[in-house]
């Protein structure tokens, strides 16, 4: 089992920055690769970014690129989203979620574990 607890998420307007961060507990974190997927009001839930479990490898959905940097620190546990110029599309609930194994999937469907979800709001 792994528990995983989103934070950082919040209100800002078009242009600025935030930084997510999940805090996991429970197996082990460095064998699990890790995913940060999204859902808009109204939109299904979509692959935002994921890191590898050494974080050799991360991958990116094509509209972040640039932008969003997904980071980890297998000593701290936790997986970092560092988001920049943010717009307003990017407007949702964002989830951190563990596979359980290190390699990446972009695949809601490969990740067991999910965290409660942290808002993300940027006003125009």
């Known amino acids: 089992q792994m528990q995983l607890v989103e934070s950082g998420g919040g209100l800002v307007q078009a242009g600025g920055s935030l930084r997510l961060s999940c805090q996991a507990s429970?197996?082990?974190?460095?064998?699990?690769?890790m995913g940060w997927f999204r859902q808009a009001p109204g939109k299904e839930r979509e692959f935002v970014a994921a890191i590898s479990g050494s974080g050799g490898s991360t991958q990116y959905i094509d509209s972040v690129k640039g932008r969003f940097t997904i980071s980890r620190d297998n000593a701290l546990h936790t997986v970092y989203l560092q988001m920049y110029s943010l717009k307003p599309e990017d407007t949702a609930v964002y989830y951190c979620?563990?596979?359980?194994?290190?390699?990446?999937?972009?695949?809601?469907?490969?990740?067991?574990?999910w965290g409660q979800g942290t808002r993300v709001t940027v006003s125009s």
């Open positions: 979620a563990a596979r359980r194994f290190v390699n990446i999937s972009p695949m809601s469907g490969d990740y067991p574990y």
């Open positions: 429970g197996r082990a974190f460095s064998m699990a690769a």
